[in-house]
């Protein structure tokens, strides 16, 4: 057996304790968490998973604390789910009840967090202010980190999980790109350094969290509406949630306002800033009364710019892997962010710990990651684009059919069509298991394990 395998994760977000706690006490690997924050800050409000992410995290170890910080069902039985309703109007049409196995399991990001890092190995060592400069990779195979205090590491793998934003995805892709430089490929280089750029998706996130008591009056005499199925308000470029949160004693605020003629272009100043509530309410103007009321609680919302990074041609280089937003950042409109940085965690703990697997086989685990990890990926970022065209009403299919419907009866049939269409490219976050592509990673990395076959050696080498 060779030498124990040292990991270094840049980025303590929620990718990042994914993959420590999914290796759990491996005594064949060590892991390192360095995180660019001095302490722990969790940034956002909201978060939750589906039923298929739900059975990692309970793999993982985290499935009863977690239970115990969110007011949601766990089990995996058919649930309504959501209520989508058009509501850009001054009376609002429920149209479609969006029935999954399993409900969407909400929490507040802190609780989240805060659980993950309660959940951590004691052979892992989180180290806060290390933001990374630079890498490179030794001739040797080993990889040295530098960070921007001066500080130099070196490790057999590092990983991304540093956000999109990603100071690793920076270093892989401009190494990449002059690679191919060097080999007279300007376009691929040119490619690599375009990827890297994150774009404006053109669309606005406001949120907030509202104190259940703050509304507990309102919701008793009917002034307000909180179902236990979460209603998904839609309407012409926008749409809006409200749900509970840390255990039903906080309101969850997500309002979403999409600019179709400002997507891909630069957004000037800060993504995450507050604003005041008239802009919250001028993006609402004309919408349904119930949607009027729950802007009445919103003081101050916290706006967001989303950003998105384009699809990558590869999430690996030699000893570097990325994962979560630092290789998929997508828009919000499947609640599978979070759940996607788990999966890419959770796939690639698992294949490192393989008892069989040592330091010279990190390319091997990685061409397998790579392999089953990225397609699936880029696809839930697809599928996450797609149901904010449906969300926001701008899907051309049907933003032109529900314009030409000349009777509430004709647009009803054009709106329960768009709730089928929506389920329909929903489906895989509650009805297809994780253990398939996980099977699938183990059977792959197994044949490279035992064949001789030089062929069949994959590396991270561009």
């Given at each position: 057996?060779?030498?124990?395998?040292?990991?270094?994760?840049?980025?303590?977000?929620?990718?990042?304790?994914?993959?420590?706690?999914?290796?759990?006490?491996?005594?064949?690997?060590?892991?390192?968490?360095?995180?660019?924050?001095?302490?722990?800050?969790?940034?956002?409000?909201?978060?939750?998973?589906?039923?298929?992410?739900?059975?990692?995290?309970?793999?993982?170890?985290?499935?009863?604390?977690?239970?115990?910080?969110?007011?949601?069902?766990?089990t995996p039985d058919p649930i309504d789910a959501l209520i989508f309703r058009k509501s850009d109007q001054p009376?609002?049409?429920?149209?479609?009840?969006?029935?999954?196995n399993g409900p969407f399991i909400t929490f507040h990001r802190h609780d989240f967090q805060q659980t993950m890092?309660?959940?951590?190995?004691?052979?892992?060592?989180?180290?806060?202010?290390?933001?990374?400069?630079?890498?490179?990779?030794?001739?040797?195979?080993?990889?040295?980190?530098?960070?921007?205090?001066?500080?130099?590491?070196?490790?057999?793998?590092?990983?991304?999980?540093?956000?999109?934003?990603?100071?690793?995805?920076?270093?892989?892709?401009?190494?990449?790109?002059?690679?191919?430089?060097?080999?007279?490929?300007?376009?691929?280089?040119?490619?690599?350094?375009?990827?890297?750029?994150?774009?404006?998706?053109?669309?606005?996130?406001?949120?907030?969290?509202?104190?259940?008591?703050?509304?507990?009056?309102?919701?008793?005499?009917?002034?307000?509406?909180?179902?236990?199925?979460?209603?998904?308000?839609?309407?012409?470029?926008?749409n809006l949630i409200v749900y509970p949160v840390a255990n039903g004693t906080m309101i969850n605020f997500a309002?979403?306002?999409?600019?179709?003629?400002?997507?891909?272009?630069?957004?000037?100043?800060?993504?995450?800033?507050?604003?005041?509530?008239?802009?919250?309410?001028?993006?609402?103007?004309?919408?349904?009364?119930?949607?009027?009321?729950?802007?009445?609680?919103?003081?101050?919302?916290?706006?967001?710019?989303?950003?998105?990074?384009?699809?990558?041609?590869?999430?690996?280089?030699?000893?570097?892997?990325?994962?979560?937003?630092?290789?998929?950042?997508?828009?919000?409109?499947?609640?599978?962010?979070?759940?996607?940085?788990?999966?890419?965690?959770?796939?690639?703990?698992?294949?490192?710990?393989?008892?069989?697997?040592?330091?010279?086989?990190?390319?091997?685990?990685?061409?397998?990651?790579?392999?089953?990890?990225?397609?699936?990926?880029?696809?839930?970022?697809?599928?996450?684009?797609?149901?904010?065209?449906?969300?926001?009403?701008?899907?051309?299919?049907?933003?032109?059919?529900?314009?030409?419907?000349?009777?509430?009866?004709?647009?009803?049939?054009?709106?329960?069509?768009?709730?089928?269409?929506?389920?329909?490219?929903?489906?895989?976050?509650?009805?297809?298991?994780?253990?398939?592509?996980?099977?699938?990673?183990?059977?792959?990395?197994?044949?490279?394990?035992?064949?001789?076959?030089?062929?069949?050696?994959?590396?991270?080498?561009?």
């Amino acid at each position: 057996m060779d030498k124990q395998i040292k990991v270094a994760v840049c980025g303590g977000g929620i990718s990042g304790l994914a993959f420590a706690i999914a290796l759990g006490k491996n005594p064949n690997i060590s892991v390192d968490i360095y995180e660019a924050a001095p302490q722990f800050l969790p940034i956002g409000a909201g978060i939750g998973v589906w039923i298929r992410v739900w059975d990692l995290l309970a793999k993982m170890g985290l499935a009863d604390d977690l239970k115990v910080q969110t007011a949601s069902a766990t089990t995996p039985d058919p649930i309504d789910a959501l209520i989508f309703r058009k509501s850009d109007q001054p009376e609002g049409l429920e149209f479609y009840k969006l029935v999954t196995n399993g409900p969407f399991i909400t929490f507040h990001r802190h609780d989240f967090q805060q659980t993950m890092i309660d959940h951590l190995p004691d052979t892992c060592k989180m180290h806060h202010s290390k933001r990374l400069s630079t890498y490179t990779t030794l001739p040797d195979g080993r990889i040295r980190a530098s960070f921007d205090d001066g500080t130099q590491i070196l490790c057999d793998l590092l990983i991304g999980a540093d956000g999109i934003k990603s100071v690793v995805r920076d270093n892989l892709l401009r190494q990449k790109a002059a690679k191919y430089a060097a080999m007279g490929n300007h376009e691929a280089a040119y490619k690599c350094l375009a990827s890297n750029q994150p774009h404006w998706s053109g669309t606005m996130a406001y949120r907030a969290l509202i104190p259940m008591e703050k509304v507990k009056g309102d919701l008793a005499k009917g002034m307000l509406t909180l179902e236990e199925c979460h209603i998904q308000h839609m309407g012409r470029n926008a749409n809006l949630i409200v749900y509970p949160v840390a255990n039903g004693t906080m309101i969850n605020f997500a309002a979403f306002y999409h600019q179709p003629d400002k997507v891909g272009t630069v957004f000037e100043g800060p993504w995450v800033a507050h604003v005041a509530k008239e802009e919250l309410q001028t993006a609402y103007a004309g919408w349904e009364p119930s949607v009027q009321a729950w802007l009445q609680f919103i003081d101050a919302p916290s706006r967001w710019a989303i950003h998105t990074i384009e699809p990558l041609d590869s999430y690996i280089a030699d000893g570097v892997a990325l994962v979560g937003d630092a290789a998929h950042a997508m828009v919000p409109h499947q609640g599978s962010g979070a759940g996607q940085g788990i999966e890419d965690a959770y796939f690639l703990a698992t294949l490192l710990s393989n008892p069989s697997v040592t330091a010279r086989d990190i390319p091997k685990v990685l061409s397998v990651y790579d392999a089953v990890r990225r397609p699936f990926a880029v696809e839930v970022c697809r599928r996450s684009h797609l149901n904010g065209s449906y969300y926001t009403l701008n899907h051309p299919e049907f933003k032109n059919r529900i314009a030409k419907c000349a009777s509430k009866d004709e647009q009803e049939q054009v709106l329960k069509e768009l709730g089928e269409a929506m389920k329909k490219n929903w489906e895989w976050a509650w009805s297809t298991p994780f253990d398939d592509c996980m099977e699938a990673g183990v059977v792959m990395l197994k044949r490279l394990m035992t064949s001789s076959d030089v062929a069949h050696t994959v590396s991270a080498v561009l």
